[in-house]
T-cell receptor, first 114, second 115 residues
Framework: GAGVSQSPSNKVTEKGKDVELRCDPI?????LYWYRQSLGQGLEFLIY????????KSGLPSDRFSAERTGGSVSTLTIQRTQQEDSAVYLC????????????FGEGSRLTVL | AQSVSQHNHHVILSEAASLELGCNYS??????LFWYVQYPGQHLQLLLK??????LVKGIKGFEAEFIKSKFSFNLRKPSVQWSDTAEYFC?????????????FGKGTKLSVIP
């Protein structure tokens, strides 16, 4: 597709369960980002992938969070043993290799942990 | 760590009023600056950006922003708002000179325009 695609768009899970969120970036974009958007908190950086370089994981809030990017394209964000405070909208964005930093965002995956 | 401050959490204006949303950042080196907008039910999209050159940049839908380096500011302006400008606005910065490509966002300003 022409834009960044994320799935699922909505996920309701029980506390303690694991969840996987998927992101399919714009074709040809080498940089991929995950952000978390919580009400009143703005966008919180989670992790950044650029090409074959080691990812910047500095924003991951705990070791329950992990992400991978296979083949330089699709990325999966995994949250293990979910907690209620993990409830948020998880946004994926991609950009081209240059340093202009313009990000193209997906619609997000809304996670609700009961 | 760098930070971005947006001074107003929620702004309410009548149509045709002028708009100015404040944004300040904390990094003293070379920065790229952005304003993103999120309309209700839609994804974030770029409104305008500044990399270098003329500090007054113009974006889509009549928006503009002015980079004032001495004040570490990048305020967003529009002379006359419309109901369709109702949205949440996010200021963001990255620091390519420091090797930081990730965007750091402010907490956002919600704009409500009353017809």
């Amino acid at each position: 597709g022409a834009g960044v695609s994320q799935s699922p768009s909505n996920k309701v899970t029980e506390k303690g369960k694991d969840v996987e969120l998927r992101c399919d970036p714009i074709s040809g974009h080498t940089a991929l980002y995950w952000y978390r958007q919580s009400l009143g908190q703005g966008l919180e950086f989670l992790i950044y992938f650029q090409g074959n370089s080691a990812p910047d994981k500095s924003g991951l809030p705990s070791d329950r969070f992990s992400a991978e990017r296979t083949g330089g394209s699709v990325s999966t964000l995994t949250i293990q043993r979910t907690q209620q405070e993990d409830s948020a909208v998880y946004l994926c964005a991609s950009s081209s290799r240059d340093l202009t930093g313009e990000l193209f965002f997906g619609e997000g995956s809304r996670l609700t942990v009961l | 760590a760098q930070s971005v401050s947006q001074h107003n959490h929620h702004v309410i204006l009548s149509e045709a009023a002028s708009l100015e949303l404040g944004c300040n950042y904390s990094y003293g080196g070379t920065v790229n600056l952005f304003w993103y907008v999120q309309y209700p039910g839609q994804h974030l999209q770029l409104l305008l950006k500044y990399f270098s050159g003329d500090p007054l940049v113009k974006g889509i839908k009549g928006f503009e922003a002015e980079f004032i380096k001495s004040k570490f500011s990048f305020n967003l302006r529009k002379p006359s708002v419309q109901w369709s400008d109702t949205a949440e606005y996010f200021c963001a910065v990255n620091m390519p000179g420091a090797g930081s490509y990730q965007l750091t966002f402010g907490k956002g300003t919600k704009l409500s325009v009353i017809p």
